[in-house]
Nanobody, 125 residues
Framework: VQLVESGGGVVQAGGSLRLSCATS????????IGWIRQAPGKEREGISC????????YYVDSVKGRFTISSDNAKNTVYLQMNSLKPEDTAVYFC???????????????????WGQGTQVTVSS
């Protein structure tokens, strides 16, 4: 299983970015894909996840209404569209996966065994 994130960068507050998570070795019918971020000096925070098998998705309150997770099953890729970005969104963003179902607990606990290398998102004020 391999995951590669891309799309990070520097953006002004209020701007948008779209992150991509290209996967290989992942059967989208059986795996959940999550996005997790880690800000400097803070613990990792699960923020969103999706079950590509049926498109069901979950968000934590801090990003709900601003971020949208989606999957392109033909490309084995998951996206995170981030709008209305805030300086507190600055973090390294990881995608991760495991053979579990995404849900309201998993989105927070992020109990994945397979992780990408992360991509830096910096939001300037």
């Amino acid at each position: 299983v391999q995951l590669v994130e891309s799309g990070g960068g520097v953006v002004q507050a209020g701007g948008s970015l779209r992150l991509s998570c290209a996967t290989s070795g992942v059967t989208f019918d059986d795996y959940a894909i999550g996005w997790i971020r880690q800000a400097p000096g803070k613990e990792r925070e699960g923020i969103s996840c999706i079950n590509p098998s049926d498109g069901s998705s979950y968000y934590v309150d801090s990003v709900k209404g601003r971020f949208t997770i989606s999957s392109d099953n033909a490309k084995n890729t998951v996206y995170l569209q981030m709008n209305s970005l805030k300086p507190e969104d600055t973090a390294v963003y990881f995608c991760a996966t495991d053979r579990i179902d995404c849900g309201p607990i998993v989105v927070h606990s992020a109990p994945y065994d397979y992780w990408g290398q992360g991509t830096q998102v910096t939001v300037s004020s």
